[in-house]
């Protein structure tokens, strides 16, 4: 049977350099999982892998879509499975890989079977997202659903305000529709994730926000100005510079804010990853490790 070999973990643990040499040795793709690259317009705010780091391999959902043309994890499913039939017809081996661990599971595994929302009730909450704020939101999720906000990414409003629909349309938990089945797959997926110690992955992070901010991030935001209000902008890396053009608080502070919301961020992808509970740890330079797993 064929092989997708999963490469996950948090953000700037050292999954582009990884997959590069994995996909050389292997003679495959890459295909990406992350929520935010596949946008043509986001490239500084999500640290999409220039052509030098991408070391001659082909990659896949990377500059594919628009903020104009909106990317969920159902759409994802179905694009990303019809590219692997085309891959496996090729290769024994395609590597899918990034930090978006929903996109990764709606492709290994499907979908969750969670119930339509009436539109009335998601305008009712976005009402209340911009009047009440994202705290007030987020208590009511930890009352309603303690399980899901345990290890969802709490300070992306898109994903509270989702799951608090779910439960006040349904009177049950969000996560009582989460993995009530698994979907077949005509390959086996192979999950590993990357980890390194918390304080060398917090450099690292702080390092690769100073170089985003060196290399323009606050002139990228600007120019999304007009589509400050899409799903696409609402995510760490430019959430914090809107306010800060805004006049909102100083550079100083924007920076902080950044730095700290990426460390939080890559904390809540390796809690989600660490409880899917199906996911072998490796260090990002045990390529080694990792191509023997594959084979057993």
Request: charged share 25%; hydrophobic share 40%.
């Amino acid at each position: 049977m064929k092989t997708l070999l999963v490469v996950a973990g948090p953000t700037a643990v050292g999954k582009t350099a990884l997959c590069v040499q994995l996909a050389q040795r292997l003679q495959t793709d890459v295909v990406s999982a992350d929520s935010r690259q596949l946008y043509r317009e986001l490239t500084i705010g999500t640290a999409k892998p220039s052509r030098a780091e991408m070391g001659g391999v082909r990659h896949h959902f990377i500059d594919s879509h628009s903020i104009l043309d909106p990317v969920n994890a159902g759409r994802y499913e179905r694009e990303c499975l019809a590219l692997l039939d085309e891959l496996f017809q090729k290769q024994d081996v395609v590597i899918l890989s990034g930090g978006t661990g929903l996109y990764i599971n709606a492709v290994c595994f499907g979908l969750d079977d969670i119930p339509a929302v009436e539109p009335a009730l998601r305008e009712h909450l976005f009402v209340r997202l911009q009047q009440e704020g994202l705290t007030v939101l987020q208590h009511e999720l930890r009352q309603l659903d303690p399980d899901y906000a345990l290890s969802a990414d709490l300070q992306n409003p898109v994903r509270v305000t989702r799951a608090l629909e779910v439960c006040l349309a349904s009177g049950r938990p969000y996560s009582s529709f989460r993995r009530q089945h698994t979907a077949q797959r005509p390959f086996r997926p192979v999950l590993v994730s990357l980890e390194r110690p918390r304080d060398e992955l917090y450099v690292r992070i702080d390092a690769r926000m100073d170089a985003m901010l060196a290399a323009g991030l606050v002139d990228e935001v600007r120019s999304l100005l007009p589509y400050r209000h899409l799903a696409a902008l609402q995510t760490v890396g430019y959430q914090e510079v809107f306010p800060y053009l805004g006049g909102e608080y100083d550079y100083e502070e924007m920076v902080r804010l950044l730095k700290r919301n990426s460390r939080r961020y890559a904390k809540r992808q390796m809690t989600w990853f660490r409880n899917q509970s199906n996911y072998q740890w490796f260090g990002p330079q045990e390529a080694e490790k990792i191509l023997d797993y594959i084979a057993v």
